[in-house]
């Protein structure tokens, strides 16, 4: 099994009403692992990003973002995400 985890945004309160912070993770086989590849190789050219780029959600259109998590749930992933709300309450 292979697992990949990422995290954006604030841990911990924030003075921004609108703070947040999400943990998203994908697991996938191992024997799927070149197929999840090739989904990310394509999403990076699509978007103009060399294949070590790391890319940032806000810096694609969202119509590349979506094909993208369509292309991963060909592939058999699973893919789970948690987002929590971290302003402040005296923010809002």
Sequence with gaps: ??????ES???GQAP???AFCVV????????LLGQM???LRR???GTGRDEGAKVKRRDVREEHYLRFLAELSD?????KV?????????AR
């Design 1 to 6: 099994m292979m697992i990949f985890l990422d």
């Design 9 to 11: 945004g604030t841990f």
């Design 16 to 18: 921004d009403a609108n």
């Design 24 to 31: 998203a993770g994908y697991v996938i086989p191992q024997c």
């Design 37 to 39: 590849e090739e989904c």
């Design 43 to 45: 999403f990076k050219a």
């Design 75 to 79: 592939v058999g992933g699973v893919g």
């Design 82 to 90: 948690a987002k929590s709300v971290c302003g402040s309450p005296s």
